[in-house]
């Protein structure tokens, strides 16, 4: 019988996570697992810690169910799908991924405006289709030069999204719970700030505290012209009063990476030509999720060291202590 901790693994993970989860702990599938009645009865009360992510989040009620539960070590810097209340309630230090995708999610919420603004993709179909010889070239586009882009969100990637837009001239604004010391105007209101906005990139964490934060109101203050770029959470938009504000006009574009129901997309939206849809791959690089999956591993592997994780998420910093 071997002597090292229990893992519950919730969701996949790669060759090269599973090679160091193995080395460290007994690991648990859990969806792979039948009967999770009988392995809690047989193993529950050895098992110290989990591996999840954003999405799948603590499941089945484990906090509850795993007595000796210590550690939560989620792939991603979201992690609006793990109960924190339940988690600081059990003394149970919850990490997340941060830092480490900054750049590959600036870079794509910069990408899709970019796409949006020049009609990349009609572009390419234009091509494609054989229109450009038989119709001729395709229409004017909006430049991206020169634009009032607001972030909602202005924390590590917020930040490194402005420092992008800074580089076409933008104006950066921003709206969060609170200032920060940032060269930027700040907003204590989201509808006046996308009143005054060209284009409102969404980076706010998702959550009860951010649902639908983005509503009709703050559509229709962006405008008929306004872009709304969205490398966040799904739940942070109104999805049904984006697709009302995109098809009545009163908003001009959108730039989606996420989505309120994934991988359900309305169709709504996969109809209109002035939207750009992606499979939430803001970070999906082969280089940044390696990142990723390496400091999930870490935050494990520290824990077991002295008890600490490397990036504890806010509301379990207190418990972050040797």
Not at 250 to 269: C, H, I, M, R, S
Not at 287 to 314: F, H, K, W
Request: hydrophobic share 45%.
């Amino acid at each position: 019988m071997s002597d090292k901790p229990h893992l519950i693994q919730v969701g996949n993970v790669n060759e090269r996570m599973t090679a160091r989860l193995n080395a460290e702990f007994v690991v648990h599938k859990w969806f792979d697992v039948q009967d999770k009645d009988a392995l809690l009865a047989e193993v529950g009360d050895k098992v110290i810690a989990i591996s999840t992510d954003g999405h799948w989040g603590v499941p089945d009620n484990l906090f509850e169910r795993l007595a000796n539960l210590r550690v939560v070590s989620s792939y991603g810097v979201g992690y609006d799908g793990i109960d924190t209340d339940a988690a600081v309630r059990h003394n149970v230090l919850v990490a997340h991924t941060p830092n480490v995708l900054n750049d590959e999610v600036a870079d794509t919420a910069i990408m899709l405006w970019l796409a949006v603004s020049r009609g990349l993709v009609r572009a390419d179909t234009w091509v494609r289709s054989g229109a450009w010889e038989s119709k001729g070239a395709f229409e004017l586009t909006r430049s991206i030069q020169k634009r009032t882009v607001g972030i909602l969100g202005m924390g590590r990637i917020g930040e490194t999204i402005a420092k992008r837009a800074a580089a076409f001239d933008a104006k950066i604004v921003y709206h969060s719970r609170t200032s920060k010391p940032v060269p930027y105007d700040y907003y204590d209101d989201l509808t006046a700030m996308a009143r005054d906005c060209d284009v409102l990139m969404v980076i706010t964490p998702g959550g009860a505290a951010t649902k639908h934060l983005v509503n009709a109101e703050v559509l229709e203050a962006l405008g008929p012209d306004g872009i709304l770029i969205n490398v966040a959470r799904g739940s942070v938009v109104d999805e049904a009063a984006l697709v009302d504000a995109l098809q009545s006009g009163k908003l001009g574009a959108a730039g989606l990476d996420v989505f309120e129901a994934e991988p359900k997309v309305p169709q709504a939206l996969k109809d209109m030509d002035n939207v750009v849809l992606l499979p939430h791959v803001g970070s999906a690089t082969i280089e940044t999720r390696r990142a990723m999956g390496d400091l999930t591993c870490d935050n494990l592997s520290q824990y077991l060291r002295n008890g600490t994780v490397i990036t504890a998420i806010p509301e379990c910093a207190h418990l972050n202590k040797a």
